[in-house]
C-alpha cells in the first residue's frame, strides 16, 4: 500500500496589512487588548475587486506545484477547503481548476468545508484517496477571505479582530518510501456546539432551528423572499458570532485530546514531534496546548502574530513558512493539529 507525502508546499498572503492600530479607526479596541488577548499584531486583508478565496488560493497553489516539480494537469483530485468561498455555489475547487489552466475534465474538484479544521479533514481525505491507490497526486487547498464578511462596529470587536485573510496548499503524492508520509489521522465532530461559533445568515435554515423563527425577520411566507432577511441586514444578523470563552475551554482540551490519539497509533510519543503546527486560531490557545505537552519552543511553529486567524488556510500557510525557512528537514515527525467551529477537530502525524 502506497504511503502519502507531502511533495510541496505553497501560500500566499495579501500585501495589505492592516495593523491593529488600524482596526481602532473602526471600533473601540486597543493594540494593547489584541496582542494580551490574541497575540495578534498585524492580519493581512485581501485588496477588494482584485482578489478573492480563489484566486489567493491560486497563487498558493501554484508555489506548491513548482515546489513539488508538478504540472496542474498530472493532478487527479483538486480539494479545496474554505468557509468563505467566491460564490455560495459552485465551490472554489473549480475556480481553481480553470485559474490553474487545467483543461483535463478527468480530474474530479471537491469542495469541504470543516472550518478551522478544513486542512486536516482535507488530509484525512486525500491520504484515504492514495492509500486506497485510487489516486497519485493530490492537490489540497485551505484559502480565506474574512475581511469581506465581518462587522468593522464595534459590536463585532470580539470577532473581527481574531480573522486575516490567506491561502495555503499542499500537493499529495504516492510514495513507496519506507518510513515516509502520513502515518496516522484523526479526525472528531460534536455537532452539539454547533451555534457557538457560526455565521448562521444567509441560509436557508428559515428560523428552523430557533424557538422564535420570527427572530430571524422571516415574517413572510412567500418562497425565495426569506434568504436574506431586512431585519437580517438592519440588524448585522449576517455576522459570524463566536463565544469566545466556551470556544477557548474547548479548544485546549480537544487539541492535546487529538494529538494523543496520532501519537499512540503510530506509537510514538511526544518526545518525538520535530515540529508541532497548530491551527493558528489564537497565540494563547497554542501556548497552552504547548505547556500541556511540555513541548520546547522550538518543538512549535506559531505565525499567528503576522496574520491573525485563517481558518482553513491557516495550517498551510504555517506549514508552508515552516518549510521555506528550513525548519522542517526529511526524516522530521510533524503534527497538525486543528480545532474550530462545528465543533469539529483533528489531527494528523506524518514523517517528512
Ligand atoms: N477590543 C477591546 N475589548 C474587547 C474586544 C476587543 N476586540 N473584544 C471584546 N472586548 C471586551 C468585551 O466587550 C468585554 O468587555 P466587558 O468586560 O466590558 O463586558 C471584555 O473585553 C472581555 O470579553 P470576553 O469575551 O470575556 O474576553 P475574553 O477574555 O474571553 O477574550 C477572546 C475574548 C480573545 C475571543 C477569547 O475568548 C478567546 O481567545 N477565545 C477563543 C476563541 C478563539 O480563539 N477563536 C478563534 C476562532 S475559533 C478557532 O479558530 C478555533
Redesign the pocket.
Known sequence: MPATCIKGTGYYVPENIVTNAD?TRH????DE??RE??GIEERRYCTKHKESTSIMGTKAAEMALSNAGIRGDELDLIIFATLSPDYYFPGCGVLLQRQLGITNTGIGAIDIRN??SGFVYGLSIADAYIRSGMYKNILLVGAETHSMGLDFS?EG???????GDGAGAVVLSATDEENRGILATRIHADGSHAEE?AMINPGSHGGVHSEDPAAYGYESSEYGKTFISPKMLAEGMIYPN???????KN?VARFPEVIGEVLVASGLKKEDIDLLVC????L??SQFVQKRMGLRDDQVWNNIQKYG?T?AA?IPIALAEAVAGGKVNKGDLVCLA????GFTWGASLLRW
Do not use: K
Open positions: 482596526l471600533m473601540d479596541t486597543s487588548w489584541i488577548r490574541t472550518q478551522c464595534t470587536r470580539n470577532v473581527t479582530v481574531i480573522f461559533l463566536m463565544n469566545g470563552q466556551f470556544v477557548f479548544a491551527h493558528q486560531a489564537n494563547r490557545i486567524n481558518t491557516s486543528a480545532f474550530g467551529s
